[in-house]
């Protein structure tokens, strides 16, 4: 038998425990309930709060260390100058500056707050760039003078491009903690955060091909992929994000070999373009930026006629009887669309592949850069190598070397306005559209 005073507890015990129940009855209900979403929830919270901090992003190309990327080089280094969207230079690690009456001095004043990764200030003998037929001279520590053989007003965008002491010792939000190399060839570079230690590691990994790309992202090397042109079987694994982006400082277009004799007439290169069905919601109209202060949105716009295509082919009809298309791997799709509405105009097509720039062709179909400044004297002056149409008109060179000597904002305005009227009037390509470019991440 208990003892009596056992007895006494036993009895008790259950009354305390009503009595408690009674009283408290929601607040432990409610306590129940807590400890119970804590058990699942805090293992997720956990993940989240203690998940990795570092991106590790994939980039397709070959880069040196030189010639980063400018997606890696603006996170280490700042330029004198930065570039708005739609053009406008603004200052960056300089205040200010100030342009001879000549278009030929350029003089910087550096802003005297900054200093460099290592600590030491921002001085104007740290101030480096390899431009050729430009001598730069510092002035003090504060000041540095850029004096150029000619007038060249695109000079403040140009200095926007990141500036570092040697070892990529820049002035930006992150700093490199490691460099992988083979030779002059970047590999990997690892960044950490110069002062907000809040911003997440990155480590950047370079791929020649989009496909080796894919490759490593699918392996786990990566978790981000940003700027390939098609995500291909990716879009279909699960947890994934996938982000378009119309990229508005590229175009692609169909560049004419204006001195080859079937396609010397500007009628047959108009013809070729009226016959294009343009079903881009992305179209392009011009060579710029349509963000771009310089751009001009009234040009002709080529809108699919077949009945004006057939008429301006009137005479072209005995000469420009087929045409080969060259292009590369990834705007074949284009290619075929292109080539099904030019033999509606009864021009048999042939589309040529190629992996590099050809210079003897008759028709190029590639996706083209543009500067963020309008200055397009490289793709346009008849005297330029880069001028892949070989396109040649006395009244566009002119304005090209105006625009590129002039320093008033509102009269190079005016200058690029013609420019682009005139340029998309003789055809010397037909402007297609901005590309889209995706990035892949994980959720």
């Known amino acids: 038998m208990f003892?009596?005073?056992?007895?006494?507890?036993?009895?008790?015990?259950?009354r305390l425990v009503k009595a408690i129940w009674a009283k408290h009855q929601k607040l432990i209900i409610l306590g129940f309930l807590v400890g119970a979403a804590s058990f699942w929830l805090l293992p997720q919270l956990a993940k989240t709060v203690f998940k990795s901090t570092t991106q590790r992003i994939g980039l397709v190309g070959k880069f040196t260390t030189e010639q980063l990327p400018l997606e890696v080089g603006r996170l280490i280094g700042q330029g004198l100058t930065s570039v708005t969207e739609d053009g406008q230079v603004q200052p960056q690690l300089a205040e200010s500056w100030t342009v001879s009456d000549n278009g030929r001095e350029y003089l910087f004043d550096l802003r005297r707050d900054l200093t460099w990764h290592d600590g030491k200030p921002l001085l104007a003998k740290n101030i480096s760039y390899h431009f050729s037929d430009v001598a730069a001279s510092p002035?003090?520590?504060?000041?540095?003078?850029?004096?150029?053989?000619?007038?060249f007003s695109p000079f403040p965008s140009i200095v926007s491009q990141p500036v570092f002491k040697g070892g990529l010792v820049g002035t930006g939000d992150y700093r490199v903690?490691?460099?992988?190399?083979?030779?002059?060839?970047?590999?990997?570079?690892?960044?950490?955060?110069?002062?907000?230690?809040?911003?997440?590691?990155?480590?950047?990994?370079?791929?020649?091909?989009?496909?080796?790309?894919?490759?490593?992202?699918?392996?786990?090397?990566?978790?981000?992929?940003?700027?390939?042109?098609?995500?291909?079987?990716?879009?279909?694994?699960?947890?994934?994000?996938?982000?378009?982006?119309?990229?508005?400082?590229?175009?692609?277009?169909?560049?004419?070999?204006?001195?080859?004799?079937?396609?010397?007439?500007?009628s047959a290169r108009q013809a070729l373009a009226y016959a294009i069905q343009k079903n881009w919601s992305n179209r392009a109209f011009g060579p710029l930026n349509p963000n771009s202060w310089a751009f001009n949105p009234d040009v002709k716009k080529?809108?699919?006629?077949?009945?004006?295509?057939?008429?301006?082919?009137?005479?072209?009809?005995?000469?420009?009887t087929e045409i080969e298309l060259a292009t590369i791997p990834s705007l074949?799709?284009?290619?075929?669309?292109?080539?099904q509405d030019w033999e509606?105009?009864?021009?048999?097509?042939?589309?040529?592949?190629?992996?590099?720039?050809?210079?003897?062709?008759?028709a190029l179909l590639i996706i083209q850069e543009v500067a963020v400044d309008p200055d397009q004297y490289a793709f346009w002056h008849s005297t330029q190598k880069s001028n892949i149409s070989q396109y040649k008109s006395f009244k566009v060179d002119?304005?090209?070397?105006?625009?590129?000597?002039?320093?008033?904002?509102?009269k190079r305005q005016e200058i690029y306005t013609d420019?682009?009227?005139?340029?998309?009037?003789?055809?010397?390509?037909?402007?297609l559209f901005h590309p889209t470019l995706y990035t892949v991440s994980r959720q």
């Open 3 to 14: 003892p009596k005073y056992l007895l006494h507890k036993l009895r008790f015990y259950p």
């Open 139 to 151: 002035i003090g520590d504060y000041q540095i003078k850029f004096i150029l053989k000619e007038a």
């Open 177 to 266: 903690q490691h460099l992988l190399k083979n030779g002059q060839i970047a590999e990997k570079i690892s960044l950490v955060p110069a002062k907000n230690k809040t911003l997440p590691k990155i480590i950047f990994r370079f791929y020649p091909t989009e496909q080796a790309a894919k490759t490593a992202f699918k392996l786990g090397e990566i978790n981000v992929i940003k700027n390939i042109s098609e995500p291909g079987e990716l879009k279909d694994w699960p947890g994934l994000k996938i982000k378009q982006t119309v990229k508005l400082n590229r175009f692609a277009a169909i560049f004419f070999n204006t001195q080859n004799p079937k396609l010397a007439e500007k």
């Open 302 to 320: 080529y809108q699919y006629d077949l009945k004006n295509a057939q008429s301006l082919m009137t005479d072209q009809k005995e000469i420009l």
């Open 332 to 339: 074949f799709p284009v290619a075929e669309a292109i080539k």
């Open 344 to 362: 509606q105009l009864g021009i048999a097509t042939k589309i040529k592949a190629i992996n590099a720039l050809d210079q003897d062709f008759e």
């Open 398 to 410: 002119n304005l090209l070397e105006e625009g590129r000597k002039e320093t008033d904002l509102k």
């Open 419 to 431: 420019i682009q009227r005139f340029i998309v009037e003789d055809t010397p390509a037909i402007f």
